[in-house]
């Protein structure tokens, strides 16, 4: 697939039904847009099973609750229109995008329960996030922007709104040849990428920022269960950026980012090593199985 995304041939399944790819279309005065009022989740199929597929729906609803938006439908529907739209359009390998949102309807203000909840789900055949960074490792920007606290914003929400610093840090990145931005949080502690989490590996024992205001991925909870197996100790705490000097290997997951391996972070950098390797290896067979 290439080109446009709203210019494809397809299926996008929409409040209820599937409708062809360039129909899928939402009016100009929808809520979601002037107020950023809609969640979405990230996921991945693989041999033509979605990973955590119903962990996904779970999350989305959850967060749809967190911003006050209750989805007309159930987790198990959300599972069923997802398997739908793949089957449509014939992936057994691809992404899959579900959103939720508040659309037009009687208020255009700030305030909108007067309108619709509407769902969502797309998909596409999408390879490597961060190209061939999975070889060489991806290189990072440090971002000015902060995750801000968990008293200003549902942080526990895959929420739209919450992105829009996360676009700004990933343009600034690029902009200075990079693939993405690593991001502290409000208070300077090392937090994430723009759209992973983060973790550093020394002395054989890996160490990631404690999840207490920015999403706690389905991918990092899948990696930090597959170390802990392998009787690997995880530290989940907070990490100054003062330690990065003293790390040995890094790596990001997502949903998007599966596991990539990280070759610098600023003026610090960091070898694509054996345990990075070895769970990057792991996760791809686990995902397939």
């Known amino acids: 697939m290439a080109g446009a995304y709203d210019d494809r041939d397809g299926w996008i399944w929409m409040d209820g039904k599937l409708v062809p790819w360039r129909d899928a279309t939402v009016h100009v005065l929808t809520h979601a847009l002037h107020y950023a009022s809609a969640v979405f989740e990230g996921e991945r199929c693989y041999n ?14 959850k967060s749809a609750d967190l911003l006050d938006m209750e989805i007309p439908f159930s987790a198990e529907e959300i599972d069923a229109a997802k398997d739908a739209m793949l089957k449509a359009n014939g992936w057994t390998d691809a992404y899959v995008r579900a959103i939720a949102w508040r659309g037009s309807g009687e208020d255009m203000g700030v305030s909108a329960r007067r309108n619709p909840v509407r769902l969502a789900v797309a998909g596409w055949e999408w390879g490597a996030y961060y190209g061939d960074a999975k ?11 902060k995750r801000p606290s968990p008293e200003t914003i549902p942080s526990e929400a895959k929420a739209a709104g919450l992105y829009m610093i996360c676009t700004m840090s990933k343009h600034q990145a690029e ?18 990428a723009t759209g992973a ?9 890996v160490h990631t920022p404690l999840a207490d205001c920015f999403l706690n991925g389905l991918t990092r909870q899948t990696v930090i269960g597959m170390l802990e197996d392998k009787q690997i100790k995880v530290h989940q705490r907070h990490i ?8 040995e290997q890094c790596w990001l997951t997502g949903t ?10 600023g003026d610090y950098s960091f070898e694509v090593g054996q345990m990075t390797r070895d769970i990057a290896t792991a996760y791809e067979k686990l995902v397939r199985a």
């Not at 902009?175 to 994430?192: F, L, N, P, Q, T």
């Not at 980012?257 to 070759?263: D, K, L």
């Open 48 to 61: 033509g099973k979605i990973f955590k597929g119903h962990e996904h729906s779970l999350r989305l609803r």
């Open 256 to 265: 998007a980012a599966e596991v990539t391996p990280v070759g610098q972070i």
């Open 240 to 247: 100054m950026p003062s330690e990065l000097e003293g790390f």
């Open 197 to 205: 989490n983060i973790f550093f590996v020394k002395d054989g024992e």
């Open 175 to 192: 902009a200075k040849g990079c693939s993405d931005a690593m991001m502290m949080d409000y208070r300077g502690y090392v937090a994430e």
């Open 135 to 145: 070889m060489k490792g991806a290189k990072l920007d440090i971002s000015k922007w």
